[in-house]
């Protein structure tokens, strides 16, 4: 019998993950000055400068890199097998994508095609270096097969977003023709936000939903379904747009969008059957990003406008539900590896911060607070332009909170290392 | 009863998990009387529950199974973590501290969990396993113990 799963030196360095999740709000910060800087044009149209540069300030900056640096140290974890050379992954992952995401921010807001380019291919080959490494642990897997089917489908249309990523920088530079740029830039945003996102958040939902908040389980038929349909859905709508089927690309769309829709609202129901009464801050993220994943399907499905869609998946769901998950994995993992320095070095005298003591619960809330402030505010912002800048402002205030919580634990973590270490 | 080992086990593991979710909301509602009773009850019932794998499960799978002995051993570390979260939990709820209450509740849930899937995944099933003709004679002395 292969007890692999019971060892608990398979988690990587420390270091590893939190050098992406540190690495990350300052994107968030970033995209919410750019908000504030740019205010209400920014908002005008998806198709705006400052719009794709905020997008992928976010998308690859903050939600990029947290799902990689969340996934290099839970993979080992959930699928019982450790990613291959994980130090070099991770760096290599973690400063190619941080090149990227500045990168493409500077060519799609600043029109410099030479940032653009130098953005697009080290995005593209930090997601690469890190895809093909999880790959090899995900096929190896044998761990709970709801997630591990999530998250092989969400490393799938990680690729394809990857691909029609390149694809549309090398059209933009002018490279070669598309017949239909815009349906290509759709094509790439749903395999990105719906595909990799998307299909992630129902992987790690699967995963830690029961265990954090104590609820049933997903039903077995979601879990086993669930992710495959919308992978397959999500292709199916793609090139149904692409080749010009624009009904049955609406059809098909809205079918994955209908999935999606159902996922969030078996997720609230579990909410409110947890066994787990407390109200902790994180439960609140969960709560925003669900909602704000059926807003976003009911403001597609009635023609609101794109922009709209945007901030409810992007700051919604994509800003939200990652702050909300640092909050238990920051203070978990540190708590965990003092653990177990504490041990190696049998200073039994010196007691550990809990995670209360690593991460303040009253600052979370209040970033929590911040952040639902924000999310109104920009909401509100596409129709009434005033509320664009404040918006942004408040979106970079709670991300700021975010990254102050974060280098509080990670000072925590060092001051008690070092002292373990005397 | 149960007829099963892994089955009486994850009982356990919930019952500790109802226990510990009490407190929480005991420090909530403020009441330190309440709480200092719940903790109690969650503190036997969970050391309880090590007290029955260590002394009882443990040693009888090492017993048909020696290669069981690196994770048991394991399992047996994180108790010993879990243990002294237990003590850190007992001193705040003697010195009223309300947040350092719900900070150890929250290290201990988390701890707790990822130690019961492992247990939940491997190790009950490897004692079913193994522990096949047995399990009525181990199932009354978990029981009893």
Not at chain 1, 2 to 27: E, H, K, N
Not at chain 1, 327 to 339: D, S
Not at chain 2, 50 to 55: P, V, Y
Not at chain 2, 78 to 87: A, C, D, F, K
């Amino acid at each position: 019998m292969d007890t692999g799963g019971l060892s608990l030196d398979q988690a990587p360095p420390i270091d590893i993950p939190a050098r992406f999740f540190l690495t990350a709000p300052l994107f968030a910060i970033a995209a919410g000055l750019l908000l504030a800087w740019q205010g209400p044009t920014l908002l005008v149209s998806r198709w705006m400068p400052g719009a794709l540069a905020a997008t992928h300030l976010i998308a690859i900056g903050y939600l990029g890199l947290i799902m990689c640096g969340a996934l290099l140290q839970m993979l080992p974890v959930i699928a019982g097998a450790p990613v291959p050379a994980v130090r070099l992954v991770g760096t290599l992952t973690h400063l190619l994508l941080t090149c990227g995401a500045a990168g493409l921010a500077l060519g799609l807001g600043g029109g410099d095609s030479a940032a653009l380019l130098a953005g697009g291919v080290s995005a593209g080959l930090g997601f690469l270096a890190f895809v093909f490494p999880a790959a090899i642990a995900l096929v190896r897997a044998r761990g709970v097969p709801g997630t591990l089917l999530a998250l092989r489908a969400a490393a799938i249309a990680l690729v394809v977003t990857v691909i029609l990523g390149l694809l549309l920088v090398a059209v933009v530079l002018g490279w070669p023709r598309l017949p239909d740029f815009s349906r290509a830039v759709d094509a790439h945003a749903a395999w990105g936000l719906m595909g990799w996102v998307g299909l992630l958040v129902i992987g790690v939902a699967i995963q830690v939903l029961p265990m954090f908040y104590v609820t049933p389980a997903y039903p077995a038929p979601m879990r086993r379904w669930l992710a495959p349909a919308l992978l397959i859905g999500i292709a199916g709508a793609s090139v149904a747009w692409i080749i010009g089927d624009a009904l049955l690309g609406r059809l098909l769309f809205g079918a994955t969008g209908l999935g999606f829709v159902g996922f969030a609202v078996t997720t609230l129901v579990l909410i409110r059957r947890r066994q787990r009464p407390r109200l902790d801050p994180t439960l609140i993220h969960w709560w925003s990003a669900m909602l704000s994943l059926c807003m976003a399907a009911v403001s597609w499905a009635f023609a609101a406008p794109p922009t709209l869609v945007g901030v409810l998946l992007l700051v919604g769901l994509g800003v939200g539900l990652p702050a909300g998950m640092l909050f238990k994995i920051m203070p978990f993992l540190t708590w965990f590896h003092l653990q177990h320095r504490q041990l190696a070095a049998g200073r039994f005298d010196l007691r550990i911060p809990h995670m209360g003591g690593l991460l303040s619960i009253r600052w979370a809330q209040a970033q929590v607070g911040l952040h639902l402030l924000a999310l109104g505010l920009l909401c509100g912002a596409v129709f009434v332009p005033a509320l664009a800048r404040p918006g942004g402002l408040i979106l970079a205030l709670s991300s700021a909170v975010l990254l102050v919580l974060l280098i509080g634990v990670a000072r925590t973590y060092r001051r008690f290392a070092e002292r373990l270490a005397l | 009863m149960t007829d099963s080992i892994a089955t009486f086990m994850t009982d356990d593991h919930q019952r500790c998990d109802h226990l510990l979710a009490a407190c929480e909301q005991a420090v909530s509602g403020g009441d330190w009387t309440r709480l200092a009773e719940q903790a109690k009850d969650f503190s036997n019932a969970l050391l309880g529950h090590f007290d029955m794998e260590e002394q009882v499960l443990f040693p009888e799978l090492v017993a048909v199974s020696p290669w069981a002995s690196g994770p048991t051993g394991m399992m047996t570390m994180e108790h010993g973590q879990m243990r002294s979260l237990v003590e850190e939990l007992e001193d705040a709820v003697g010195t009223q501290d309300a947040d350092a209450c719900l900070g150890i509740l929250e290290t201990l849930h988390l701890v707790i969990q990822q130690h019961n899937s492992k247990e939940e995944g491997i190790l009950y099933p490897m004692a079913e396993e193994n522990l096949g003709d047995q399990t009525p004679d181990i199932l009354s002395r978990l029981q009893a113990a």
